[in-house]
């Protein structure tokens, strides 16, 4: 029988058309949790396992998250799959965390049989309603000859202009109808009318505006944010600052943009980023904003923010200009092209003189460093990660984080390097996003170093993911920061609430230290047992509360062939800082 004939007799379901688009367009893994609604969708994605891996993580949440580990490393969307109702709010937050750091996403529910929709059904969410604010797009696919176009669409939609995530219902009745093969158009036209993303590039008037402003500053700086790792800009952005010498500090979502180790770095910005990077930014007469929102984590106050001097703003979302700061020279455009525009205007002529500013930043770095206090043997969470930095900067590892304390400390002492090594929930601040979002990372990247540093709060949110790492053998190694606390929280409480604890121990609640009671020393037995958790997942795990046991235990960790679970006692008494309280200026800024 000839290929045609084949396809004229051959039928595909709707299920298999969908998995079929998938990896057409390229998805190499998907991340899905089966259940009633879902059902054919797994056993499409079983037919096809030779071509899609499908990894099941335990929790639907922790499965948006690794699907974000392969986006945000690779700039392809990550692909997560769960059934209804439960399974489909489940991904919820993994898909507002997707929109407020615009990554590419694609989220696949399973759905009731059409003729169940608005009756209650069992396991019934009305998943486009929920994820319409949440989303870049959404759809219910109810015709199985829609389903190629819609997914070939979605790809496009969470790809192009500011990325992000596109959900797809599926009703069960929709994924097991069938079609001939010969029916199908697996490379089918948009039907997008109303979707233009923007495309503009920078006109010349506006590069020579900015270089104009460029050649007649005398403190500039470079503040780059998450959109210069987006476009994959970082390559222009090293050239651009390097040939004008103007100083760079970045956002959390921008870290590894420029090289956090060059001495043109000014780390990182905004409430918890380096003194000398805020007085920089204050004291600038030109600011360079590259894909940026100007987030009140880092602005503070919007209206003493970079006051005294001009902002160029670029940014590829026209929504951004002027929403929080306005801005002098205004280009909507991507950065990559606007950045690579700029080079190849520039001249020597137009590279200002910055012998004082070099001078004054170097007294700033000099002046306020990075730093923290001497407690002895105890380990503090600032020299963990300083450690770890120092054995494994050579490797350029991927890094995830969850949230709070160790993040910040994290962007603060690890010097990235590389764009797309640093993952960490920034707009919607997740707890729980690290040891799935590493697990993603590291199915994309089999044979790199990939390490997850959590807290103890933030690591709980999704520690059933240990099962994931142990049963598809992903070697993540997981750097515990365990205070016992509620680490940014308590922070809080110790500067703003004279340190009155208000449900931000995790230990039990009849130790004295859940009312702020205690007498600040690190308990002998630590709860939970992590070392025994871990060790009941089948991953091997070590606990370390001394410091001079913490750098070979370190070394054995990341020597580890599989995944392996360090935890590290630390104290609970640190604070990040600096700290800029929310909503104040660089004025207010606490170093103590």
Known sequence: ????????????????????????????????????????????????????????????????????????????????????????????????????????????????????????????????????????????????????????????IATTGRPGPVLIDFPKDVQTAELQRDEVDFNPPFKLPGYQPQTRRAREEQIAQVIAAIRRSRRPVIYVGGGCIISDASEELRKFALRTGIPVTMTVMGLGAFPGDHEQSLDMLGMHGTVYANYAVDQSDLLLAFGVRFDDRVTGKFDEFAKHGKIVHVDIDPSEIHKNKEAHIPIVADLREALTALNDALTDDDIPDLTEWREQIAEWKKQYPLAYGDVGDDIQQQYAIQELYRQTKDRDPFIAVGVGQHQMWTAQFYKFRSPRHFLSSSGLGTMGFGLPAAMGVQAAHPDALVIDIDGDGSFQMNIQELATLYCENLPVKILLLNNQHLGMVTQ?????????????????????EALGDGDGSIPEQTYPDFVQIAQGYGIPARRVRSRADYPEALKEMLASDGPFLLDVVCVYQEHVLPMIPSGRTVRDIITE
Request: hydrophobic fraction near 40%; charged fraction near 20%.
């Open 1 to 156: 029988m000839s290929t045609a004939d084949k396809q004229a007799t051959e039928t595909i379901s709707g299920a298999e058309i969908m998995i079929e688009m998938l990896i057409r367009l390229d998805a190499k893994f998907c991340f899905a949790y089966p259940g009633g609604a879902s059902m054919p969708l797994h056993q499409a994605l079983r037919k096809h396992r030779d071509r899609i891996r499908t990894i099941l993580p335990r929790h639907e949440q922790g499965g948006t998250f690794a699907a974000q580990g392969i986006a945000r490393t690779t700039g392809r969307p990550g692909i997560c799959m769960a059934t209804s109702g439960p399974g489909a709010t489940n991904l919820v937050t993994g898909i507002a965390d997707a929109k407020l750091d615009s990554v590419p996403l694609i989220a696949i529910t399973g759905q009731v049989p059409q003729h169940f929709i608005g009756k209650d059904a069992f396991q019934e969410t009305p998943m486009v309603e929920v994820c319409r604010a949440i989303t870049k797009h959404t759809y219910m696919i109810t015709d199985v000859h829609d389903v190629a176009r819609i997914v070939r669409e979605a790809f496009h």
């Open 492 to 512: 809080w409480e110790d500067r703003f609430m004279e340190g009155r604890r208000a449900h931000t121990y995790l230990g039990p609640v009849d130790h004295p």
